[in-house]
T-cell receptor, first 113, second 111 residues
């Protein structure tokens, strides 16, 4: 399995600001993903972070709101832009292995006031 | 369409077995997973099963897959208080890595 860390672990932000979340993996991985878990709910895939090209977004998520970077095979960032209270969620990155499994980071808990 | 459903809550006594159930609708599932989320933590991959299998056992965990009924279950033997958490089942379809999650089952283990 991969060891995944995320920064920050939690933050409280004012509406209208932006927050960049970092995801670091201890080994090179091809597949990296960003998920959102709204309060009391399940997880929803935001996008697939592609190394060397633009991220692939799921329906309902757009690059202007959630820009993603993937400069190499061990690191990715997700920015939550122009935040509103509805963006209060846990944001998790995950990595896929060749065996069809996905491992998750510890998550970033975001509260927007 | 893609839909994964779970019951919301399960309460068991310590030492008993827990069975958490999940149903899915898409017959093109390739892998089915069970994840555990403890309060304030991320998701821990507990186990997974490939869609051409019908059972997988790993220590206290037993996964049963009934493809005909599109039903997946997770049995935890000798449930402990440390097993109290939310358990999510999830699937991937065809060759996609996209995980489709159920709503999660909150397991409460009573002493």
């Amino acid at each position: 399995s991969a060891v995944i860390s995320q920064k920050p672990s939690r933050d409280i932000c004012q509406r209208g600001t932006s927050l960049t979340i970092q995801c670091q993996v201890d080994s090179q991985v091809t597949m990296m993903f960003w998920y959102r878990q709204q309060p009391g709910q399940s997880l929803t895939l935001i996008a697939t972070a592609n190394q060397g090209s633009e991220a692939t977004y799921e329906s309902g998520f757009v690059i202007d709101k959630f820009p993603i970077s993937r400069p190499n095979l061990t690191f990715s960032t997700l920015t939550v832009s122009n935040m509103s209270p509805e963006d209060s969620s846990i944001y998790l990155c995950s990595v896929g292995t060749g065996q069809g499994t996905q491992y998750f980071g510890p998550g970033t808990r975001l509260l927007v006031l | 369409g893609e839909d994964v459903e779970q019951s919301l809550f399960l309460s068991v006594r310590e030492g008993d077995s827990s069975v958490i159930n999940c149903t899915y609708t898409d017959s093109s599932s390739t892998y089915l997973y069970w994840y555990k989320q403890e309060p304030g933590a991320g998701l821990q991959l507990l186990t997974y099963i490939f869609s051409n299998m019908d059972m997988k056992q790993d220590q206290r965990l037993t996964v049963l897959l009934n493809k005909k009924d599109k039903h997946l279950s997770l049995r935890i033997a000798d449930t402990q208080t440390g097993d109290s958490a939310i358990y999510f089942c999830a699937e991937t379809l065809d060759s996609s890595y996209k995980l489709i999650f159920g709503s999660g089952t909150r397991l409460l283990v009573r002493p």
